[in-house]
């Protein structure tokens, strides 16, 4: 079946960088692109970036972009979040994500959860 | 990249039906077949209800069915039930190969 597992959270001080990781098993990983999905606490969802299946395509949302990068290995179906200069905003649970031919996420992993704080 | 429009908060009794909307523009709803909805509860993770504007994954209730008209797209929920009590959220694809998802909608059934 298919898996997804999140780990890498914790916390982190405002401008400190910090990398997620997200462990993909039951699926040939090498043939779906990926997303990262967060939440605030007590907020809603937000999409934060994809990658194509073969890493050669990344795309970003508005609030993390320039900030945050998308990778992943193949060789060790792991997807990867690279967060840089943090802030306090990006306080929140973050999901990966399989990509369904775009048409919506089907499976999520239980969310690995990240404060910025002092 | 601004958030799709969902209201904030609907309610309905049990037995009844109720539809949550969710409005976007010509660049993501209106523009693609690629509109997704999520339930969610209280600390669990989302899950997909309703994917490429109209379909139901397997296992999800006949009872939640989804359409678009336009720029809007809408999920509906017939027989309303109380474990239906979560908020729900739409996503669709943009024309700039990202994604948006709406501000989410609490159903609370009565």
């Known amino acids: 079946q298919v898996q997804l597992v999140e780990s890498g959270g914790g916390v982190v001080q405002p401008g400190r960088s910090l990398r997620l990781s997200c462990a993909a098993s039951?699926?040939?990983?090498?043939?779906?692109?990926m997303h990262w999905v967060r939440q605030a606490p007590g907020k809603g969802l937000e999409w934060v970036g994809v990658i194509w299946h073969d890493g050669s395509n990344k795309y970003y949302g508005d609030s993390v972009k320039g900030r945050f990068s998308i990778s992943r290995d193949n060789s060790k179906n792991t997807l990867y979040l690279h967060m840089n200069s943090l802030r306090a905003e990006d306080t929140a649970v973050y999901f990966c994500t399989r990509d369904e031919n775009h048409t919506g996420y089907e499976y999520w992993g239980q969310g690995t959860l990240v404060t910025v704080s002092s | 990249q601004s958030a799709l429009t969902q209201p904030a908060s609907v309610s309905g009794s049990p037995g009844q039906s109720i539809t949550i909307s969710c409005t976007g523009t010509s660049s993501d709803v209106g523009g693609y077949n690629y509109v997704s909805w999520y339930q969610q509860h209280p600390g669990k993770v989302p899950k997909l209800m309703i994917y490429a504007v109209i379909n139901r994954p397997l296992g999800v209730s006949n009872r939640f069915s989804g359409s678009k008209s336009g720029n809007t797209a809408s999920l509906t929920i017939s027989g309303l039930q109380a474990e239906d009590e979560a908020d729900y959220y739409c996503?669709?694809?943009?024309?700039?190969?990202?994604?948006?998802f709406g501000g989410g909608s609490k159903l609370t059934v009565l």
């Open positions: 039951g699926f040939t990983f090498s043939s779906y692109g």
């Open positions: 996503s669709s694809y943009t024309s700039s190969s990202t994604w948006v």
